[in-house]
């Protein structure tokens, strides 16, 4: 009786950990993404092309966004999602680098977040990040000043790659 309750009870400890640790390890931003021009509401001249490449892992991910602007201007952005409530800097080449200097970003919960992103201490941009349940589209929400320097609401959906 005491050898089956240690098996039982050590069997139960290993699938719990390994259901743990799977969970742990799955963040459902990882990956790339790709802008869906018809689904997302852009304020101006949509871009020619948006990728969003994450990597990383735990409360630290970077992001690569590589835009190509409605006049082939290029861009690329280093997002540091690091999931403190802290500002970064975010290094920005581009039209975007007029914009913002450091990002700041809060987790709701595992498809939720909220950021802010400011320019010499002062906010520029707030939104929020939500990727859907099933994990294949990424949404990013925006409010603030936009890359023609008005105010702007934009909606950018992303298609996972």
């Given at each position: 009786?005491?050898?089956?309750?240690?098996l039982?009870?050590?069997?139960?400890?290993?699938?719990?950990?390994?259901?743990?640790?799977?969970?742990?390890?799955?963040?459902?931003?990882?990956?790339?993404?790709?802008?869906?021009?018809?689904?997302?509401?852009?304020?101006?001249?949509?871009?020619?092309?948006?990728?969003?490449?994450?990597?990383?892992?735990g409360?630290?991910?970077?992001?690569?966004?590589?835009?190509?602007?409605?006049?082939?201007?290029?861009?690329?952005?280093?997002?540091?999602?690091?999931?403190?409530?802290k500002?970064?800097?975010?290094?920005?080449?581009?039209?975007?680098?007029?914009?913002?200097?450091?990002?700041?970003?809060?987790?709701?919960?595992?498809?939720?977040?909220?950021?802010?992103?400011?320019?010499?201490?002062?906010?520029?941009?707030?939104?929020?990040?939500?990727?859907s349940?099933?994990?294949?589209?990424y949404?990013?929400?925006?409010?603030?000043?936009?890359?023609?320097?008005?105010?702007?609401?934009?909606?950018?959906?992303?298609?996972?790659?």
């Amino acid at each position: 009786m005491n050898r089956r309750t240690t098996l039982t009870l050590i069997s139960t400890g290993l699938l719990f950990l390994a259901a743990n640790i799977g969970l742990a390890q799955t963040n459902p931003q990882i990956g790339t993404w790709k802008l869906n021009i018809a689904k997302s509401k852009i304020a101006g001249p949509p871009p020619r092309s948006l990728i969003l490449t994450f990597s990383g892992e735990g409360d630290t991910l970077t992001n690569t966004a590589e835009s190509i602007d409605a006049q082939g201007q290029a861009s690329k952005t280093l997002f540091m999602h690091i999931y403190d409530g802290k500002p970064h800097p975010t290094p920005t080449t581009g039209a975007a680098a007029a914009l913002y200097d450091t990002s700041t970003y809060t987790r709701i919960n595992i498809n939720t977040i909220n950021f802010v992103r400011t320019k010499d201490g002062k906010t520029v941009q707030t939104g929020s990040i939500v990727v859907s349940s099933d994990g294949k589209t990424y949404t990013v929400t925006t409010e603030g000043v936009g890359l023609n320097g008005q105010q702007s609401n934009e909606v950018l959906v992303f298609d996972r790659q």
